[in-house]
């Protein structure tokens, strides 16, 4: 649903911003790169606007994260994809500051919102008027006195300062914002190799049997979402282990929606000892059961 003309701008928690935001309601993916994984992290959008975005997760971020978001506009062609940084997150709302926004996609949220042009782009064409051809030359009188060609001459010194300061400003948030996707490329580049040396699981083996493997376990967190709706249960996970024993793959099979996310955040830690077939380690695909309960329950 798109946002309707001269509808007043949402704010976060009471908060006045210059940047207006208008309401959307459109699925938004959140991916966040934790310890060299990427997570993903769906939910829907609050309001947008060409600062940030607010959002409803299905998981929960930090204040201060990088991640990366799409979301697809009404009516638009292609989905906006950036990266932003989180500024807070409280009740499983979000607050997401764009990085780098670049000007094609702020046209995309300006068309989409229906707001004017900016300003820049409304300024008419610079008009030269002349003197009349009969008014006489000015003469030695009209010469600027000593005091204003000293003011001049300070006020051009001024502007060249802060033009030099200016550019040094952006030379050193080009470097900067060079450098941080210089890394995140080469964090992506290190997980795509990973992902390009796991093999096709050679067999499948059953739970059980994979349990007595089981070298490290990592308990899921309890959500105090979770826990104020009283969630609880068994999440059952399809894996796919590598030949190492790291968990390569995770897709959900059944348990609670509210628990799923926690279950593969946890699941995706666990360490096996190496599956063998005929010596060799292989890689296998099995089934990971991942209980919840509130604290202080007993296990059945």
Aim: glycine content about 8%; proline content about 10%.
């Amino acid at each position: 649903m798109g946002a309707t003309i001269g509808h007043p701008p949402a704010r976060f928690s009471g908060i006045r911003r210059r940047i207006p935001r208008y309401p959307v309601a459109v699925p938004v993916d959140i991916t966040v790169l934790r310890s060299g994984v990427p997570a993903s992290i769906p939910g829907r959008c609050l309001d947008l606007g060409e600062g940030g975005v607010a959002a409803v997760l299905a998981g929960e971020l930090l204040p201060g994260e990088w991640v990366a978001v799409a979301f697809q506009l009404p009516n638009e062609g292609q989905p906006l994809q950036t990266k932003a940084v989180v500024r807070h997150h409280g009740q499983m709302r979000c607050g997401l500051e764009f990085l780098g926004l670049s000007r094609e996609q702020r046209y995309m949220i300006r068309h989409w919102a229906g707001t004017e042009p900016p300003e820049w782009s409304q300024r008419g064409s610079l008009t030269i008027s002349f003197p009349p051809a009969n008014l006489p030359a000015p003469g030695p009188e009209l010469a600027p006195e000593p005091s204003k060609r000293a003011f001049l001459d300070q006020d051009q010194a001024l502007r060249r300062l802060a033009g030099l300061t200016l550019a040094v400003f952006l030379a050193v948030l080009a470097v900067a914002a060079w450098q941080w996707h210089r890394g995140w490329q080469r964090l992506e580049a290190r997980t795509l190799r990973k992902d390009a040396h796991i093999r096709q699981p050679a067999a499948r083996v059953p739970a059980e049997v994979m349990e007595r493997l089981l070298v490290r376990r990592v308990e899921p967190p309890y959500a105090d979402a979770a826990r104020r709706a009283n969630l609880q249960g068994v999440v059952v996970l399809d894996a796919v282990v590598a030949a190492d024993g790291s968990v390569v793959n995770l897709y959900p099979v059944r348990g609670p929606d509210g628990l799923v996310f926690a279950a593969m955040d946890a699941a995706r830690w666990w360490r096996f000892r190496p599956y063998r077939i005929n010596g060799e380690p292989a890689t296998v695909e099995t089934t990971l059961a991942v209980e919840f309960r509130p604290p202080g329950a007993t296990a059945n």
